[in-house]
């Protein structure tokens, strides 16, 4: 057994971090059980149809195994003492042919399956999983043996950790996609570099930035500007980051460089540390973040025109959908004449409707109105 626990033990913990979580575990599973199949099946709630499959198969296999899924969900689930709410974690079952009712007998000469070995793991979380390991009675020795049980209790401790790694590392990518979309909601860029100033990662909004605006370009791993005062600016605030970091001064603040002028697209850069990971360390590791913002470019999530926004502007102010449009646009920055005709509405209209907004949102001018409705959640997508 220890030649092929040596072997999977790494594809278990690998699997975590894989795209399609455990593809290579249950290939590699596969081949060292001979088996014809091997399914992991990752519970994620009472639903269960929000159940993930990933599976490894015999070359040529033509099974519609997501049909036969749904035929023992329907049909055999019910009345089966190994589905998935009645297992414990641990437990490593078989399912021989020759023990099934006829219905599963049936089920299983129709496809041509022998004998099932499954196993069951869950992390704290909640996620559980399971993995079936099938062989068909064309199999020169379709019995698991107890080498291939100890093996599959041997794996079963180091599937539940990856497991938890894999719930653990799913929660980030969440905090990630939440804080990522606020940013970019609000425009803002963000470019990590290396200790030796290399880019590791540009966000969706630098991304865009970078396209559009001809003056800066991602060159060989390197945010190049066009003007070369800007540059070499932005080279001393680079290395000043990165020398700071390597002295462990925290005091080190952000350095702004402005790229363009007042007749060109004109974009700020902030370059500034990143957090410093006590344990993490690495060439890929972020030393320096550069946040981007395209200062010629017009507000559009902030735009009336987002009918979601006026919505929410006016449930969140108790205003009506005129007073919320006019809101808007003010906080857009629009003067009381430009937003009442943009409004198509006179400007003593607008002026009236503006007075029941300060009421209302308990406020003395346009500069409240801006910093508080845009402070406001009602912008988020």
């Known amino acids: 057994m220890n030649g092929r626990f040596s072997s999977l033990i790494g594809h278990v913990y690998e699997g975590a971090s894989e795209a399609v979580p455990w593809q290579a575990f249950v290939e590699a599973l596969r081949l060292a059980l001979d088996a014809r199949n091997v399914i992991v099946t990752l519970h994620h709630a009472d639903d269960e149809g929000s159940d993930i499959y990933v599976m490894a198969r015999v070359p040529g296999d033509e099974i519609d195994w997501a049909a036969v899924e749904a035929t023992y969900r329907a049909e055999l689930m019910m009345d089966d003492p190994l589905r998935p709410d009645l297992m414990e974690p641990g437990q490593v079952s078989l399912v021989d042919r020759s023990t099934t009712d006829l219905k599963k007998h049936a089920i299983f000469e129709q496809i041509g399956l022998s004998q099932t070995l499954r196993m069951c793991v869950a992390e704290p979380s909640g996620i559980r999983c399971w993995v079936d390991v099938i062989r068909s009675h064309k199999h020169a020795e379709p019995l698991f043996t107890e080498a291939d049980l100890a093996l599959m209790h041997a794996l079963t401790p180091h599937l539940s950790r990856a497991l938890g790694l894999y719930a653990q590392l799913k929660r980030q990518e969440t905090e990630k996609a939440i804080y990522e979309s606020m940013a970019e909601h609000f425009g803002l860029g963000c470019v990590l570099l ?27 791993q390197r945010l190049v500007l066009s003007d070369r005062a800007a540059q070499l600016a932005l080279n001393d605030a680079i290395a000043a980051v990165i020398s700071a970091r390597w002295q462990t001064d925290a005091s080190q603040g952000g350095n702004l460089i402005r790229v363009g002028d007042s007749h060109d697209r004109l974009v700020g850069l902030l370059v500034y540390p ?27 999530a902030l735009r009336p025109s987002q009918g979601h926004s006026v919505s929410r502007i006016a449930q969140l102010f108790n205003l009506t959908r005129q007073e919320a449009t006019l809101a808007l646009l003010l906080a857009y920055g629009n003067t009381l004449a430009e937003a009442a005709q943009e409004m198509g509405i006179a400007e003593i209209a607008a002026r ?3 007075k029941k907004i300060y009421g209302k949102m308990g406020i003395a001018g346009q500069a409240d109105l801006i910093r508080l409705t845009l402070r406001s959640i009602a912008f988020l997508r």
């Open 274 to 300: 990143a957090p410093l990971l006590r344990y993490y360390r690495g060439g890929q590791s972020p030393c320096v973040v550069v946040h981007l913002s395209d200062l010629s470019a017009s507000l559009e």
């Open 194 to 220: 290396n200790d030796q100033g290399e880019v590791i990662l540009v966000n969706r909004v630098a991304a865009s930035i970078i396209e559009q605006r001809p003056g800066i370009a991602v060159n060989k």
């Open 352 to 354: 009236n409707y503006s």
